[in-house]
Every structure is written in C-alpha cells, then in structure tokens.
C-alpha cells in the first residue's frame, strides 16, 4: 500500500535522488527477504514497513529521512514510533532501519548504536552494487545446504575461504561473522560457478 501526506514541494532534481534513495533502500530490504507492506510519505520522511518473505511477524520499519542531516531530534522522533509498534507487536518482533538522504551527525550515530537501530546514508556502498556487471550475486547459505557441503567434503566451517565482514557485497546481504555466503560467478568453462565464503571480522 503506498500513500502520500503532507509533501511538500521539491524540485525535479530532489525528486530523483529520493526516488533514487527509495529504488536502492527497496532493494536492499529485497535482499534480506522483506516485503513492503506499507509505505507512508510525509513532508519531512518516508516509512515503509515490510514484513519477511517467511514469517510475517518478523518486521522492519524502515523510516528515510529527507533532512539533510539527521540529528538526535529526528532521531528520537523515530525511535518514539518504532516504540509505539514495538508496544502493539513486541519488540522481539520488530527491527529498526533509519535512512538518512545526506548523513547522520556524531551524536545521532553513538545515540542509535546503543538502542540497536541500523543506519544507512545514501552514500552507503550497498545501494545498488548488484546492478554492477563485475560484482557477482551474493546471498547467504541456507543452513541446510551448508550442512549437506560440509558433509559432502568432509571439512568444517572454518576451513572453508574467508571473506571479510567489511566487503562491500557482505554488508549488502547483511550476512554476520560466522555466516557463509554463497558466490555465484561467470565461468568460461561452465555457464555458471558457486564458491562459498566464511564470513570473518577480521583477517588472521
């Protein structure tokens, strides 16, 4: 469901890079298995609430702030909602995304790190790094089939390659230290390869 209030009026080159910051913030939540369930403008933010692709209790409220920077003001405002849905359909439930269209200041970023909300600016590398020819799909392992790998080649996790959590395509999928992510690359020989990446917060 999409449904505008309170616009203001911007100009045409506003108007892009707010598309353009919706196009890569939907895409991001696509790739972390989340629908858009609604989706709400108002003059100064956009909150767009989608639940997971397998279990719709599982939510994210995603609110995109179109200040140019994002202060511990807005940054309040948002989390008092995210407490009020939080309130209606328990916190273990619910995730918060803050998305600032410039960036966030010292105080905004320290302040949502302690109550565990997830901050993107539109500079962020994961905004649309897929859409370019030389970057592979990534996603993460499903459990099962990495049982089944390591089964099949008698190896733990551990021994698979690394891939540090700082690269750019791991921070897009959002996959954490201890996941595997599943690389799949052109091949001259075949049409198609699949590698597999150990998840690391650092390199030893």
């Not at 609430?49 to 405002?77: N, P």
């Not at 803050?98 to 966030?104: G, I, K, P, Y």
């Not at 970023?109 to 600016?121: G, H, L, P």
């Not at 539109?122 to 089944?148: A, N, Y």
Request: charged share 35%; hydrophobic share 35%.
């Amino acid at each position: 469901m999409y449904r505008e209030a309170k616009c203001k009026a911007m100009s045409d080159d506003e108007e892009i890079k707010i598309k353009n910051l919706l196009r890569g913030i939907k895409s991001i939540l696509k790739r972390r298995k989340y629908k858009i369930a609604s989706e709400e403008r108002f003059e100064n933010y956009i909150d767009i609430q989608c639940e997971l692709d397998s279990d719709s209790t599982q939510e994210i409220l995603t609110r995109i702030s179109l200040e140019d920077k994002v202060g511990v003001a807005v940054l309040r405002e948002y989390v008092k909602k995210l407490e009020e849905v939080e309130l209606e359909k328990g916190e273990e439930n619910i995730k918060g995304l803050l998305v600032a269209s410039n960036r966030f200041t010292h105080y905004a970023r320290r302040e949502a790190k302690e109550k565990k909300i997830w901050i993107i600016t539109s500079k962020d590398p994961r905004f649309d790094i897929f859409t370019h020819e030389l970057v592979p799909e990534h996603v993460i392992c499903p459990d099962e089939e990495l049982k089944d790998l390591l089964l099949k080649y008698n190896i733990q996790r551990r021994q698979l390659p690394k891939i540090l959590i700082s690269d750019p395509a791991v921070k897009a999928i959002g996959a954490k230290p201890g996941q595997v992510v599943k690389i799949y690359r052109e091949s001259a020989i075949a049409s198609e390869s699949i590698a597999y990446r150990l998840v690391v917060s650092r390199a030893n």
